[in-house]
């Protein structure tokens, strides 16, 4: 009787697992934060963000965030890209928008993600 006291937690930890968004399941030193000019996805870097606690977060919401799929929608291009940095290599780039966009700030491979968390 006890082997089954432990299968509604195992499924429960298998749904939550697999709501992850696997592509924010990384390790970053640093953010670095680029100005986008005209939608080309380059422009002046404006501030690197090195605080571990503030990366962390920021990541640990992002595999948390329900998306929206933008493939199909005339939208602006993020106003800001995020490229997170680990042993001084590119390992994710993410689109910023200041303002959010039904409740998302940050595009990634066409899905909208719905976290509202500031870049500072």
Not at 69 to 95: Q, R
Not at 104 to 115: C, D, E, G, P, Q
């Amino acid at each position: 009787m006890r082997r089954f006291a432990m299968l509604p937690l195992m499924l429960c930890l298998i749904l939550l697992s697999a709501c992850q968004n696997e592509a924010f399941d990384i390790e970053a030193t640093s953010i670095n934060v680029y100005e986008n000019q005209l939608g080309s996805g380059t422009g002046k870097l404006q501030f690197t963000i090195k605080d571990q606690d503030t990366i962390n977060d920021l990541l640990a919401d992002l595999r948390r965030a329900r998306t929206n799929d933008v493939s199909n929608v005339d939208m602006a291009s993020p106003d800001f890209y995020l490229d997170f940095i680990h042993d001084e290599e590119v390992v994710l780039t993410v689109g910023y928008y200041t303002e959010p966009m039904d409740g998302a700030r940050y595009l990634y491979k066409n899905k909208l993600y719905k976290v509202t968390t500031e870049i500072k």
